[in-house]
């Protein structure tokens, strides 16, 4: 079984709800630079370091991003499994639908 079927619905709901905001989606891309704290990802945006929060914390939620303590800092990091999980479900959803059109192909044939 594949890792998106073998995951909980649930779960990927998350990372749906977590992507479906542009703002998140950008921090995603950051994070997947290397790992940056709220403020480091806060710097290109036109909104306060608080609503950065908030998206973190979105995401946090989602699996998305974990955040460590390192002393002062709070670094924040990209959880490649969870990208995997939706990567996988992606993967699996693009090749039942070719092999529906397959199917269709050599019905019309």
């Known amino acids: 079984?594949?890792?998106?079927?073998?995951?909980?619905?649930?779960?990927?709901d998350l990372i749906f709800?977590?992507?479906a905001d542009p703002v998140r989606r950008a921090l995603v891309a950051r994070l997947a630079l290397g790992d940056?704290?709220?403020?480091?990802?806060?710097?290109?945006?036109?909104?306060?370091?608080?609503?950065i929060s908030h998206h973190?914390?979105?995401?946090?939620?989602?699996g998305l991003v974990e955040q460590r303590r390192e002393g002062t800092r709070?670094?924040?990091?990209?959880?490649?499994?969870?990208l995997s999980l939706l990567g996988s479900w992606v993967d699996d959803q693009r090749r039942a639908w070719n092999d529906r059109l397959d199917a269709l192909e050599q019905h019309l044939r």
């Open 17 to 19: 709800v977590a992507l």
């Open 56 to 62: 973190v914390g979105v995401l946090r939620r989602s």
């Open 36 to 51: 940056a704290t709220v403020g480091e990802l806060a710097e290109p945006f036109e909104v306060t370091q608080q609503a």
């Open 74 to 82: 709070r670094p924040c990091r990209l959880s490649v499994d969870r």
């Open 1 to 12: 079984m594949s890792a998106s079927l073998a995951a909980p619905e649930g779960d990927l």
